[in-house]
């Protein structure tokens, strides 16, 4: 399947651990999108890459939050110190600039429960 | 700011009936509108894209249609099944923007 990939699928963690999600884009996209979903919410945009470059970061991505891109391929997204506030879906999603008008492919996510 | 509003919030029908949801924006100077759908615990997935110029793109049972005039698109879903209980959610990209703008989706729920 060369479709968007993420993991872990799910993540339960005691308050105050650092937790790290890892993203593969489809292998051709050179855009790669964070988002943070909670339920009954349409995702909110946390971050994007374009390449190995972070082009974006949302006021929503607080000092506790940091992601890479190392080699513009997969990405990762770390949250350190974690509370309670932080249980949530993070999606991943990537696209191609210049095709089919940037459409949005998305991963299944990481569900963070956070105890 | 660029935002997205839809509506109803949740929308319960009997199977084989149709429904319609709404989406309005506020997106400038808008590029692009998309329709997903989100399965509980399942990351989206794309139904439509409409530019300015189009007002209307079906899948399937899917019907989106666009007035950029208004600033309004619809999602029509024919003939409903059980497996169209999802998440729907709108999805409005400005030109030259890096991002695009969510809206919180409608949840609809088909009862058999």
């Known amino acids: 399947d060369t479709g968007v990939s993420q993991d872990p699928r799910h993540k339960i963690t005691k308050r105050g651990q650092n937790v790290t999600f890892r993203c593969d884009p489809i292998?051709?996209?050179?855009?790669l999108y964070w988002y943070r979903q909670t339920l009954g919410q349409g995702p909110e945009f946390l971050t994007y890459?374009?390449?190995?470059?972070?082009?974006?970061k949302s006021r929503l991505l607080s000092d506790r939050f940091s992601a890479e891109r190392p080699k513009g391929s997969f990405s990762t997204l770390e949250i350190q110190r974690t509370e309670q506030g932080d249980s949530a879906m993070y999606l991943c999603?990537?696209?191609?600039?210049?095709?089919?008008?940037?459409?949005?492919?998305f991963g299944e996510g990481s569900r963070l429960t956070v105890l | 700011k660029n935002q997205v509003e839809q509506s109803p919030q949740s929308l319960i029908i009997l199977e084989g009936k149709n429904c319609t949801l709404q989406?309005?924006?506020?997106?400038?100077?808008?590029?692009?509108l998309r329709w997903y759908k989100q399965d509980t615990g399942r990351g989206p997935v794309s139904l439509t894209i409409?530019?300015?110029?189009?007002n209307t793109k079906s899948n399937g049972r899917y019907t989106a249609t666009l007035d950029a005039d208004t600033k309004q698109s619809s999602l029509h879903i024919t003939a409903s099944q059980l497996s169209d209980s999802a998440s729907y959610i709108c999805?409005?990209?400005?030109?030259?923007?890096?991002?695009?703008?969510f809206g919180d989706g409608t949840t609809l729920t088909v009862k058999p």
């Open positions: 999603a990537s696209s191609l600039t210049g095709s089919s008008n940037g459409e949005l492919f």
């Open positions: 292998s051709e996209h050179n855009r």
């Open positions: 890459f374009q390449n190995e470059a972070q082009l974006e």
């Open positions: 989406c309005n924006y506020t997106v400038s100077p808008f590029s692009n």
């Open positions: 409409m530019t300015f110029s189009e």
């Open positions: 999805v409005v990209s400005a030109t030259n923007a890096g991002k695009s703008t």
